[in-house]
Structures are given as C-alpha cells and as structure tokens.
C-alpha cells in the first residue's frame, strides 16, 4: 500500500507565502510525477502544479510566477513553495503521487491540507 501525507497548509494574509510539503510512502517501485491540486468551496478539484521524474514542471495559468514545485526524489518528497498568495488560491490542496508498485501503476492521493488566504 502507498501512503500520501501532505502538510503545512493554515491561515495567510493576501501577499503572504505558504510552503506545502507531501511525501509518499509505502512499497514503491518507482514515483513517475507527484504534484498538487486544488479544490476551492463549490468548484471542481484543479492541477496547480506538477513535476515528473526527469524534473519537467507544469503549472496552472493562474499561479505561474508566483507558486514553485519541486522535489526530493530521495525521500520521495514534492513541496509547493506559494508566494504572494491572494484570496483565490484559498482551497483544500491535495497531493498526488503516480507511482509504481509491484502490482501496478496508478495515482495515490492524500487527504488535503487547507489553505486559507484572507484580504
């Protein structure tokens, strides 16, 4: 089994900065791309951003230039550095993991860590 813990999520104010750290755990064979999503009061669940194992990153329009993913592939670990953080990045963010394992291939969630921005 695989296990997908995130944290560092809490309150900010507008223009502020976070920094999400998820880590992934279990009989992995090996992770092919972790990142985050975001699922925001009322809306569907949105990538923010993600790395693959040649380190190649992709971001939403939304938070290029402000919000940094990267990794630490020896401990199996993705971070999402988040700066001038405005009202709308507030939304449960929520760590994906596509990983191999001995029997397959697939995506492990966590269980999300709220951010908050207030004005």
């Known amino acids: 089994q695989v296990q997908v813990v995130e944290s560092g999520g809490g309150l900010v104010q507008a223009g502020g900065s976070l920094r999400l750290s998820c880590e992934a755990s279990?009989?992995?064979?090996?992770?092919?791309?972790m990142g985050w999503h975001r699922q925001a009061p009322g809306k569907q669940r949105e990538l923010v951003a993600v790395?693959?194992?040649?380190?190649?990153?992709k971001y939403a329009d939304s938070v290029k230039g402000r919000f940094t993913v990267s990794r630490d592939s020896a401990k199996n670990r993705v971070f999402l550095q988040m700066n001038s953080l405005k009202p709308d990045d507030t939304a449960v963010y929520y760590c994906?993991?596509?990983?191999?394992?001995?029997?397959?291939?697939?995506?492990?969630w966590g269980q999300g860590t709220l951010v908050t921005v207030s004005s």
């Open positions: 994906n993991a596509h990983v191999d394992t001995a029997l397959w291939s697939r995506g492990y």
């Open positions: 279990g009989i992995i064979v090996r992770i092919n791309s």
């Open positions: 790395i693959d194992n040649t380190n190649t990153t």
